[in-house]
């Protein structure tokens, strides 16, 4: 190799070596505030493994509906990095432009409690409050996306364990999602984020998308931009909420489901928007 050529591989392997990398979760210029962005491109949507409860057929009922895994390709598109809060959504109430909870008692929510996430809030109300803010409901595949924050394979956008590593020798596991609890939601990200920047996409708070609800969609669910069947009784929620004890519930692909006009102190939701810069 020539003596100029070897300088210059050098150096640059040096500004390679020492230039920081950008991390998945830093918001970009362009990213609106409190939102992160997801970028553009295909992922392996569902579930990879069996479950014991699989193996022995003690399901209460039909748990193909995250299977089989199919790829999914989607746009560029920007999620809120928190469940919506009360304070945020009491904003619109003020405004008129929706109801209070009924568990606030008021048009207000109860002192302290600003930084829970909002609940008791039906799917057509979280649209609504989406669409006041100028962004609508992620889909199901948008939401299954970000959840996994660039991960492929895993369970959880930290790993396959319900817990992370320990801190140290000794220590007990790193506590990564809200659940089996029996004193309600914790204040949004009040723990670690996953690769995206999002918190909490795994416990505390289900979360409504936009996506009707069919058993049996994966088997016929398109590659680009899959947004759920045209109609159905239910509306899929995703992530596990506070009160479950089931840590499978929380995993980035397990899905659930709910009558859109129910309101339920477990179900929250996060809004999305598209990314037209793109």
């Known amino acids: 190799m020539p003596i100029a050529s070897r300088w210059l591989f050098f150096l640059c392997a040096g500004l390679i070596a020492v230039a920081p990398a950008a991390p998945l979760g830093q918001p970009g210029a362009d990213a609106p505030a409190g939102m992160a962005p997801v970028p553009e491109g295909a992922f392996w949507m569902g579930r990879t493994r069996l479950w014991l409860i699989?193996?022995?057929?003690?399901?209460?009922?039909?748990?193909?509906?995250?299977?089989?895994?199919?790829?999914?390709?989607?746009?560029?598109?920007?999620?809120d990095t928190h469940e919506v809060t009360n304070a945020a959504y009491a904003a619109l109430v003020a405004a008129k432009g929706a109801e209070p909870p009924w568990h606030w008692g008021g048009r207000v929510p109860p002192a302290g409690k600003e930084r829970l996430p909002v609940y008791n809030v039906s799917w057509h109300e979280a649209v609504k409050?989406?669409?006041?803010?100028?962004k609508r409901l992620p889909t199901e595949a948008e939401w299954e996306k970000a959840a996994r924050g660039g991960a492929e394979?895993?369970?959880?956008?930290?790993?396959n364990d319900y817990a992370g590593a320990p801190?140290?020798?000794?220590?007990?596991?790193?506590?990564?999602?809200?659940?089996a609890s029996a004193t309600g939601p914790l204040p949004v990200g009040s723990l670690a984020p996953n690769q995206y920047g999002l918190y909490d996409m795994s416990?505390?708070?289900?979360?409504?998308?936009?996506?009707?609800?069919?058993?049996?969609?994966?088997?016929?669910?398109p590659t680009e931009n899959p947004k759920g069947p045209e109609r159905a009784l239910y509306k899929v929620i995703r992530g596990g909420g506070w009160a479950d004890s089931e840590s499978r519930y929380g995993t980035v692909y397990f899905r659930n489901f709910t009558l859109p006009e129910t309101s339920q102190p477990t179900v929250g939701f996060r809004c999305a928007r598209s990314d037209t810069t793109k």
């Open 129 to 134: 409050y989406c669409e006041a803010q100028g």
């Open 54 to 79: 699989d193996e022995i057929g003690w399901q209460v009922r039909d748990r193909s509906d995250d299977r089989p895994v199919h790829r999914v390709d989607l746009p560029a598109f920007f999620i």
């Open 203 to 221: 416990g505390n708070m289900w979360e409504w998308v936009a996506d009707w609800y069919d058993l049996y969609y994966y088997s016929v669910s």
């Open 153 to 159: 394979d895993l369970d959880y956008s930290w790993g």
């Open 167 to 179: 801190e140290g020798e000794g220590g007990r596991p790193i506590k990564r999602a809200h659940s």
